[in-house]
């Protein structure tokens, strides 16, 4: 699978949208939000993946 690149506008949306799911403002979000959030996203599966391993740790309940 290729490294997953995003352009400046597609970080800036993501960090947009990650804020928006982070309603405690603790600088986490529930694995199950960026599930739906990546899911309703309309990136291609593999992309989602991508996006999915990066952020997200299998030991934990939320999205560091």
Do not use: H, W
């Not at 928006?20 to 990136?43: F, H, N, Q, R, Y």
């Amino acid at each position: 699978m290729e490294a997953l690149k995003l352009n400046e506008n597609e970080q800036q949306r993501f960090e947009e949208l990650f804020q928006m799911c982070d309603l405690a403002k603790t600088a986490k979000i529930p694995k199950l939000v960026v599930g739906e959030l990546l899911a309703s996203s309309g990136l291609a599966t593999d992309v989602s993946l991508q996006v999915s391993g990066i952020t997200v740790s299998s030991a934990q309940a939320y999205l560091p």
